[in-house]
């Protein structure tokens, strides 16, 4: 028997027009094992450019950027469909959260915080990288509760009226930004079971992931950022 092939190397291209803050980025993923650094942008008109040329498996993608903003970058990333294999995720600090809100809307995959530790870094880009979304509790309930529910809600997502009562209850939990273990623990199911749940979600609301699901439970009125 042959051992099994390694895996590849996640690919990361860097989005983000500091300098010294694509060199540590860089400096971080090529001392990591399983990473590399796929390219670096300065602006996000090149972001979409490398994402072309590179396709990456991951866009760290910065928010303010010269020339064309992250949101912009992510939006026309996310909507190529030669580019339906890169993964976006969002840099930002406390006070972009309304960027970021807008930057998820348009197809990111998730968000971090610009001083999250090394470890949480490498740990958002292999979720990512794996098809997951990343939305840390702690800044997801802070985000919703300042930016959702500013304006009307935007109608009910296509599907919406198909889901099972069960899978409202998944729903509404994911929108309160807990993880599939702790949606396990406060329904009492079990792990795969809320997986299974949000699976048929994902199809029934046509979401490409789960912060699409966030977006969706929120715009339509079925949470509100005092429903819990």
Do not use: W
Not at 116 to 142: C, D, H, K, Y
């Amino acid at each position: 028997m042959t051992d099994a092939a390694p895996s590849p190397d996640i690919a990361v291209l860097l989005a983000d027009d500091h300098d010294l803050m694509r060199e540590s980025f860089r400096a971080l993923l090529d001392a990591s094992p399983g990473f590399r650094t796929a390219g670096e942008a300065g602006t996000g008109a090149e972001a979409i450019r490398l994402a072309r040329e590179y396709r990456p498996d991951v866009v760290l993608m910065d928010v303010r950027m010269p020339e064309m903003d992250g949101i912009e970058a992510t939006r026309r990333i996310c909507a190529d469909p030669d580019l339906s294999g890169v993964q976006v995720l969002i840099l930002t600090t406390f006070d972009l959260d309304e960027y970021v809100y807008a930057a998820l809307t348009a197809g990111a995959s998730g968000f971090l915080v610009k001083d999250s530790t090394a470890t949480e870094l490498l740990n958002g880009i292999r979720l990512v990288a794996a098809g997951e979304a990343l939305l840390a509790p702690r800044v997801t309930r802070r985000l919703i509760a300042t930016f959702t529910g500013k304006g009307q809600p935007a109608g009910s997502p296509r599907g919406l009226d198909e889901i099972t009562e069960r899978e409202q209850e998944v729903l509404v939990l994911i929108a309160s930004g807990l993880s599939n273990t702790e949606i396990a623990q406060e329904l009492n199911v079990a792990l795969g079971t809320v997986k299974t749940h949000i699976g048929r979600l994902l199809n029934k609301l046509d979401a490409r992931d789960r912060a699409q699901l966030v977006i969706a439970a929120y715009d339509s009125g079925l949470v509100t950022p005092r429903s819990r």
